[in-house]
Nanobody, 120 residues
Framework: QVQLVESGGGLVQTGGSLRLSCAAS????????MGWFRHAPGRQPELVAA????????YADSVKGRFTISRDNAKNTTVYLQMNSLKLEDTAVYYC?????????????WGQGTQVTVSS
């Protein structure tokens, strides 16, 4: 079993930056891809970014060029989400996800979520 703990959320003004972290523990050898999702009130949950153990990444169109996902496999598999040029519409609860090795994003283990609030 994998446990995920997020940190780094908070309140920031438009145009500002935040860096989210997600630390994995437990059966980390089973982890391949890790991802960040977000869920805003009244909106569908959205995959924001994902990264494989080999470092391949993909992003939602809404965050391309502004957000960067990275991974430190040396630190018990910690994944980061650097968020720059934040917009009001980035306000959401952000969740870290680690699917089973052969599973798909959105399944498997989840963190508790961290609130990101962007204000004008």
């Amino acid at each position: 079993q994998v446990q995920l703990v997020e940190s780094g959320g908070g309140l920031v003004q438009t145009g500002g930056s935040l860096r989210l972290s997600c630390a994995a523990s437990g059966s980390i050898s089973s982890i391949n891809t890790m991802g960040w999702f977000r869920h805003a009130p009244g909106r569908q949950p959205e995959l924001v970014a994902a990264i494989t153990s080999g470092g391949s990444t993909n992003y939602a169109d809404s965050v391309k060029g502004r957000f960067t996902i990275s991974r430190d496999n040396a630190k018990n598999t910690t994944v980061y989400l650097q968020m720059n040029s934040l917009k009001l519409e980035d306000t959401a609860v952000y969740y870290c996800n680690a699917p089973p090795r052969d599973g798909i994003l959105g399944t498997g283990s989840w963190g508790q979520g961290t609130q990101v609030t962007v204000s004008s």
